[in-house]
């Protein structure tokens, strides 16, 4: 089992695959557009998952996705990041 830290480094980029896995038309019809959710890390724990999906320089420069997992009861968490395109 991963130590807590890369736990959420995992989760982070498991999830940031998955939000990058739209196609390139449906992310920019949901942008500018953010949520988060509670979820449970492999270790049973309590995390908090955001996505967030933001225009990089306007439409035409892609969209930046963004995944940030948390445990606020430890205070840790991890990011991870993408910019997608249409080419």
């Given at each position: 089992?991963?130590?807590?830290?890369?736990e959420?480094?995992?989760?982070?980029?498991?999830e940031l695959?998955a939000?990058?896995?739209?196609p390139?038309?449906?992310?920019?019809?949901i942008?500018p557009?953010?949520?988060?959710?509670?979820?449970?890390?492999p270790?049973?724990?309590t995390?908090e998952?955001?996505?967030?999906?933001i225009?990089a320089v306007e439409?035409?420069?892609?969209?930046?996705v963004e995944?940030?997992?948390?445990?606020?009861?430890a205070?840790?968490g991890?990011?991870?990041?993408a910019?997608?395109?249409a080419a």
């Amino acid at each position: 089992m991963p130590a807590a830290d890369d736990e959420l480094t995992v989760m982070a980029q498991e999830e940031l695959d998955a939000a990058c896995a739209m196609p390139f038309i449906e992310v920019k019809k949901i942008t500018p557009w953010g949520d988060s959710y509670e979820g449970f890390a492999p270790s049973g724990r309590t995390v908090e998952i955001e996505r967030r999906y933001i225009w990089a320089v306007e439409p035409k420069g892609g969209v930046i996705v963004e995944v940030e997992v948390r445990d606020r009861a430890a205070r840790t968490g991890a990011e991870a990041r993408a910019l997608l395109t249409a080419a």
